[in-house]
């Protein structure tokens, strides 16, 4: 996050905490016609719902007109994480250790600067991420973005992949060439 995103959330995040909600992060895309402000925010036990963002949006557009923390015009706009939710924290990162996940790093890390792995671990101020190339561990302050990846086969929104060889379900049993008949061939049994 940057730092204006960040002076933002502590500002915002009473607010948002004072309706039942929790607010995970901040995005801020600055521009000299209309910068974008997105929140993302988040709930216990069921889904965000649309009455959830406006009455965030409610109370947090008086606040931010108050304290005017963006000197130029911006668009607001509050959202659930949704399946490919950004991760904000090292907290954020620990409560979905074994997902899967992408990074998009600040600096290159051993000549890299996006991840896609497993996340491993996450504590202090480091995230463990594993790819089949390997482990890597990154710097939290070296993390310009990161996402969950949704397993849209767990969703049931993509049908699972094909075994190797093609083999789908149950396996077809071998049948010997003497028990096939030929096409319009009957058998008869002269006995006489």
Known sequence: MSGK???????????VASLGLE????????STSSALLRLYIDVEGRHVGIEDCEAVSREISALLDLN?????????E?????????????????????????????????????????????????VVIAEEKGEYTVAWENIEKARL????????????????GGQRGKRR??????????PGSTESSDKG
Do not use: C, N, W
């Not at 995103?5 to 607010?15: G, H, N, R, S, V």
């Open 5 to 15: 995103a960040e002076e933002i959330q502590e500002m915002l995040a009473p607010t």
């Open 23 to 30: 607010l995970l992060g901040v995005e801020f895309v600055p």
């Open 68 to 76: 005017d923390p963006i000197a130029t015009e911006y668009t607001l």
């Open 78 to 126: 509050v959202s659930s994480p949704g399946v490919d939710r950004p991760l904000f924290s090292v907290a954020q990162f620990a409560r979905f250790i074994g997902e899967q996940a992408k990074l998009s790093l600040r600096l290159p890390q051993d000549g890299r600067r996006r991840l896609h792995g497993r996340i491993v671990s996450a504590e202090g101020g480091t």
């Open 149 to 164: 990846v949704a397993d849209l086969v767990a969703l049931g929104l993509l049908a699972e992949p094909k075994k190797p």
């Open 173 to 182: 049993k071998p049948v010997a060439s003497d028990d096939i008949e030929s």
